[in-house]
């Protein structure tokens, strides 16, 4: 049986990797499930869930699908892109924008994305400070002279925290048999040897630690050629982080192609747009509750006996373990009916956990409540009719 993210086969092609493929019979064909380039986007994705990374940087971002993908990680609060393809940047922009979505579900924590046209071999200030810096099949693109410039501007200059670096493994060409390097672009490709002589070197230059694995398992009876993709994930020493110049200080080389920023719950207006619908959701549900248990009381049989007891079902079932949230809430004011008005404590509307989270005191609900949602006389509760239901 066919495993998630690894090779099956059938027949082979020239360019099996990029997808542009022309078979070629009598051979077989690796394809990789999900496909390579998607485990190498879900590498990255794991970890910036794992370390939670607020600023993250794609050098060589090209068509900002890594950018897309990471969008959507909360912990992000900055996102970068830079690549040398203008027009490739102009296209692929509106990909990043805000939906309506992001509007009526505003995230917790702000989200600026930014992309940049330029070389990710030359020093711009704004990529300095960054926890996490991607360059997904990027090297292998630089000539001799290039990568030579590479280590020193994203290592020495920009010095992430931590650095995720992907190019082909060439030990893997060999079971593709109708092309040396996979891409006409392509400058080299290493072995698991050159590529980890090189990254062990840099690493001790500029004071990081490095660790390999990679994406892309071999089939069955090829393991010796190792993954398809190797990676190289490079962390920064302590010491060295805590030398580390954040000063945000030197020149703008890069020219912005895009920007953009996301709603959130940082934002005032969002905020209270959001507390506002909750409030009204909850004493909607708290409005219903009532009116269902006052036609349940009209419609019970009271069954008056000695000591005066009122029938009432009651069931063998064990009561229900009530979690922190539920002991809040039934600590909480109970709202309350005065003739056909509804009152709903303030109080008791905090103790809902998502609101006490938006607002943490009854006097900054009071505020973002405002003069949107009636409350009574001494401005403690809510206060809605009774049975008229129009006035949410």
């Known amino acids: 049986m066919e495993k998630k993210g690894e090779p099956h086969q059938g027949y082979w092609c020239n360019s099996v990797v990029d997808g542009n493929v022309e078979e070629v019979p009598s051979k077989k064909v690796i394809k990789f499930n999900p496909p390579l380039y998607k485990q190498r986007y879900q590498f990255v994705k794991n970890l910036v869930a794992q370390h939670q990374p607020k600023k993250v940087a794609d050098l060589g971002c090209g068509d ?85 410039k590479f280590p020193e501007v994203v290592f020495g200059y920009m010095s992430p925290a931590m650095i995720v670096i992907s190019t082909p493994n060439f030990e893997f060409n060999s079971l593709f048999p109708c092309a040396v390097l996979r891409d006409s672009d392509h400058k080299f490709e290493w072995s698991r040897m050159q590529f980890q002589t090189w990254a062990l070197d840099v690493a001790s230059r500029y004071s990081y630690s490095v660790e390999f694995t990679g994406v892309g398992e071999p089939p069955t009876g090829a393991e010796d050629v190792g993954y398809c993709t190797q990676i190289g994930v490079f962390r920064k020493k302590a010491e060295a982080a805590g030398l580390a110049d954040l000063e945000h200080h030197g020149e703008h080389v890069y020219e912005v192609v895009y920007t953009t920023s996301y709603p959130s719950l940082q934002q005032i207006n969002y905020r209270r747009r959001v507390v506002i619908y909750l409030v009204y959701r909850e004493v909607s549900r708290l409005r219903q509750k009532y009116q269902v248990g006052l036609r349940q009381h009209e419609l019970e049989p009271e069954f008056v006996a000695p000591g005066n007891w009122t029938g009432k079902f009651t069931s063998d079932l064990p009561d229900p373990v009530l979690t922190e949230d539920d002991k809040a809430m039934e600590m909480a004011p109970q709202p309350f009916c005065i003739e056909d008005k509804f009152y709903v404590p303030l109080q008791r509307i905090i103790a809902y956990p998502r609101l006490g989270h938006l607002c943490g005191n009854v006097e900054k609900l009071r505020e973002f409540l405002g003069d949107v949602i009636e409350l009574n006389c001494d401005g403690s509760a809510v206060k809605v009719d009774l049975n008229d239901c129009s006035d949410f």
């Open 64 to 148: 900002v699908c890594l950018l897309a993908i990471l969008k959507y990680q909360k912990c992000i609060e900055e996102l970068v892109g830079v690549d040398i393809n203008e027009g490739r940047l102009k296209w692929s922009g509106s990909r990043l924008s805000p939906c309506i979505g992001d509007h009526l579900d505003p995230r917790e924590l702000d989200l600026a994305i930014t992309l940049y046209h330029g070389s990710v071999l030359e020093k711009d200030c704004r990529l300095l400070g960054f926890d996490l810096a991607a360059c997904i099949e990027l090297i292998e693109h630089f000539d001799s002279e290039d990568l030579a």
